[in-house]
C-alpha cells in the first residue's frame, strides 16, 4: 500500500520558517515528480510547490516564490518543503502529492499526481 506521511507542520509566528516533510512507502518515487499543495479554511486547494525526479526541475505558485523552497531525497523517498518568511496567508493544510510516471516536469496541475498524502497544519499567527 503506497503512502505518503507528511510531518513538520505546526504554529509558527509570521516571519517565521517551518520545513515540512513527506515520506513515500510502499513504492519508490525516485523517477517521479512530487509536490506540494495547500487547502486555506474556506477556500480551494492550490498548488505551492514541485520538483521533478533529478531536483533539477522546481515550480513555485507566485504567492510563495523567493520564500519556499523544495528539495528531495531519493535515497530516503522524501521531498521537503522549506518555508521562510511566512505570513498568515501562508495558514493551511498542506498536502504531499507524488506522480507514478516517471522524468516528468514538475507541473501544478493536481490531475498529474496520483498520490496524496492525508496533510500536515500549518498555522501562522500574526
Known amino acids: 500500500q503506497v503512502q505518503l506521511v507528511e510531518s513538520g507542520g505546526g504554529l509558527v509566528q509570521a516571519g517565521g520558517s517551518l520545513r515540512l516533510s513527506c515520506a513515500a512507502s510502499?513504492?519508490?518515487?525516485?523517477?517521479?515528480?512530487m509536490g506540494w499543495f495547500r487547502q486555506a479554511p474556506g477556500k480551494e486547494r492550490e498548488f505551492v510547490a514541485a520538483?521533478?525526479?533529478?531536483?533539477?526541475?522546481?515550480a513555485f505558485a507566485d504567492s510563495v516564490k523567493g520564500r519556499f523552497a523544495i528539495s528531495r531525497d531519493n535515497a530516503k523517498n522524501t521531498v521537503y518543503l522549506q518555508m521562510n518568511s511566512l505570513n498568515a496567508e501562508d495558514t493551511a493544510v498542506y498536502y504531499c502529492?507524488?506522480?507514478?510516471?516517471?522524468?516528468?516536469?514538475?507541473?501544478?496541475?493536481?490531475?498529474?499526481?496520483?498520490?496524496w498524502g492525508q496533510g500536515t497544519l500549518v498555522t501562522v499567527s500574526s
Open positions: 510502499g513504492r519508490t518515487f525516485r523517477y517521479g515528480t
Open positions: 502529492a507524488a506522480d507514478a510516471a516517471p522524468l516528468g516536469t514538475a507541473t501544478m496541475f493536481e490531475a498529474a499526481y496520483d498520490y
Open positions: 520538483v521533478n525526479w533529478s531536483g533539477g526541475n522546481t
